[in-house]
């Protein structure tokens, strides 16, 4: 970091105009040479000093601000590892970028419970015209959207099993990812939800 101070010099506060010996230091960075991961420290150093004092608004801005720049760092490198054709490292780095970016997509990182909610009511959505077309054995007629909705819904808020019968292999599949992907989004939603209500 020190090679990132630019320079430190002292600027005369109003009381020190008016006799006081008392000095303002102002610390001026370069900050063409921060780097993404240098600036989420600061962030993470930010968050860490609002929640020791019990301000979770402002440490919840700081953190939203060190995932944000934590995510900035590995896109970087992800694009240096693979000019420089580490495919190994790169890999790596992108599969943590790709849950980060998911994190981010889905909840904001647990602080935008509308996002987790939306993603949630659109997989319920969509789940309900898979099932509803693709996803059941058909024997007295198609059932209608609103039920496959209902079957759903209650896929996602229970987690046993039972609730489809006679489902297609497609159907099953469909039950085993909305009881996943679901859950994760209830989840999520919860949490977010959580924060704000704290906040």
Not at 155 to 173: H, P
Request: proline letters at 1%; glycine letters at 8%.
């Amino acid at each position: 970091m020190a090679e990132m101070v630019r320079s430190v010099k002292a600027v005369p506060s109003l009381r020190q105009r008016q006799g006081s010996q008392n000095t303002d230091y102002r610390l001026e960075l370069d900050v063409s040479k921060l780097r993404a991961i240098d600036v989420g420290t600061i962030y993470r150093s930010l968050r860490k000093g609002r929640e020791d004092r019990g301000d979770s608004p402002g440490a919840a801005d700081f953190y939203y601000g060190e995932m944000e720049m934590r995510r900035a760092h590995l896109r970087g490198e992800i694009r240096r590892h693979f000019l420089q054709r580490e495919l190994k490292a790169c890999t790596a780095m992108s599969v943590e970028y790709a849950v980060l970016f998911l994190y981010w997509l889905l909840s904001g990182y647990s602080l935008r419970a509308w996002r987790a909610i939306a993603a949630l009511v659109i997989l319920i959505l969509v789940s309900a015209l898979i099932f509803e077309y693709f996803g059941f054995i058909h024997e007295h007629g198609r059932i209608s959207f609103a039920e496959s909705v209902i079957s759903t819904v209650r896929v996602v808020v229970n987690l046993q099993s039972g609730q489809f019968t006679r489902l297609t292999s497609i159907g099953q599949a469909q039950e085993v990812i909305v009881r996943v992907v679901g859950v994760a989004l209830l989840g999520l939603a919860v949490l977010a939800v959580r924060g704000r209500v704290k906040r």
